[in-house]
T-cell receptor, first 114, second 111 residues
């Protein structure tokens, strides 16, 4: 186990709704990254939070937003859900921002949008 | 952005066989990780290996950064090795600090 936890494990929403996913980082890690993995594909980088600020962002629209809290846990918020948002959402924690550190992944949240 | 290509896309082997998985990347990197994704979706860290060679039991990995490729070796395969293996890299030239993943190699080990 990596020590990274995510909740909930599964979620079903309807198109147009909003969703919040949660991630607790491994002890001693101050950086959290979020990824989206569609079925049959590799994970795609959404954004990274380092010391409570967004530290980098992939090619995702603004309706994907996040937060990091003083204890380094993080939330991913998705507004105006679309069918294509159905995916496995993974968070990863690492010791520091900058990227040249091992990233450890949580078990993921499976989101289904109907 | 940086491109990552993994080969082969699919691999079916008998238990006990050896295998080599390849990852090619298009630019210089300061992070390269190999993962095994189990059937429940968990990404299990295998190696952090932006350069050099590492071994862990039946698994070993080599990254030749100057030639922009990495290899993952699995010896004496077991059925529990089945799953999808991903290579993921981070471009060293700056920009977003997220890993770029390849499409994976789907490995099936038959008893």
């Amino acid at each position: 186990e990596t020590g990274v936890t995510q909740s909930p494990t599964h979620l079903i929403k309807t198109r147009g709704q909003q969703v919040t996913l949660r991630c607790s980082s491994q002890s001693g890690h101050n950086t959290v990254s979020w990824y989206q993995q569609a079925l049959g594909q590799g994970p795609q980088f959404i954004f990274q939070y380092y010391r409570e600020e967004e530290n980098g962002r992939g090619n995702f629209p603004p309706r994907f937003s996040g937060l990091q809290f003083p204890n380094y846990s993080s939330e991913l918020n998705v507004n105006a859900l679309e069918l294509d948002d159905s995916a496995l959402y993974l968070c990863a924690s690492s010791r520091s921002g900058g990227g040249a550190e091992t990233q450890y992944f949580g078990p993921g949240t499976r989101l289904l949008v109907l | 952005g940086i491109q990552v290509e993994q080969s082969p896309p699919d691999l079916i082997l008998q238990e006990g066989a050896n295998s080599t998985l390849r990852c090619n990347f298009s630019d210089s990197v300061n992070n390269l990780q190999w993962f095994h994704q189990n059937p429940w979706g968990q990404l299990i860290n295998l190696f952090y290996i932006p350069s050099g060679t590492k071994q862990n039991g039946r698994l070993s990995a080599t990254t030749v950064a100057t030639e922009r490729y990495s290899l993952l070796y699995i010896s004496s395969s077991q059925t529990t090795d089945s799953g999808v293996y991903f290579c993921a890299v981070l471009y060293s030239g700056g920009g977003a600090d997220g890993l770029t993943f390849g499409k994976g190699t789907h490995l099936i080990i038959q008893p």
